[in-house]
């Protein structure tokens, strides 16, 4: 699986810091990625003006997967309140059902993920949602915040998806079933 680096890291800054000026509209945005391969990194993130200053949104980001695991970082830079989001979220689903309530029991993944600011003035929030196994179908990263400067703000985050790693239980039967065949094959050549 891989880890977040601080490169990582270091990139979601400068993707955010540089997404800044291109300011866009408020509005729920639902984006579909594309799992091509495993494993994967699927950049994800949003740009919101001035004018929505104090709105809350709730960015969904689906997508489908064969089993696998999944983990993501989520980092907006907040420069006091000139520049900033608040309350900033993740939280993973099932499905692919635009939810801003709490979710249909039986489906939340990850609850709200884990939330750090590094200083009141100038600022990064990261968000991460720790790694989780999942089955194979379709699930929806959802991104919660509030505007909170008054110049807009934005975030950048990055989704891993790792192939499953198989269980142990499946390594025995793995085992036991190749002892079985050399010992069919071994019988067979003794017999002849």
Known sequence: MKLITRKTLLSISLVVAFGIPSFGALADNFT????????????????????????????DY????????????????????????????????????????????GTLMSEWGTTVNYSPTVSATTVVLNPLALNAGTYTLQIKGTVSGLGGGSYAGILNIAPAVPEP??????????????????RRNKKT
């Open 32 to 59: 579909t990625l594309s799992v091509v391969s495993l494993p994967a990194s699927l950049t994800y993130g949003n740009t919101f003006a001035s004018s929505v200053s104090g709105t809350t949104f709730w960015d």
């Open 62 to 105: 689906i997508f489908t997967i064969p089993n696998g695991s999944v983990n993501s970082v989520t980092s907006s830079i907040n420069l006091d309140s000139i520049l900033g989001l608040s309350d900033l979220r993740a939280r993973l689903y099932t499905g692919d059902t635009h939810q801003i309530t709490s979710v249909v029991p």
């Open 169 to 186: 239980d499946t390594y025995a039967m793995l085992v036991a079933g190749m002892g079985l065949v050399g010992f069919m094959s071994r």
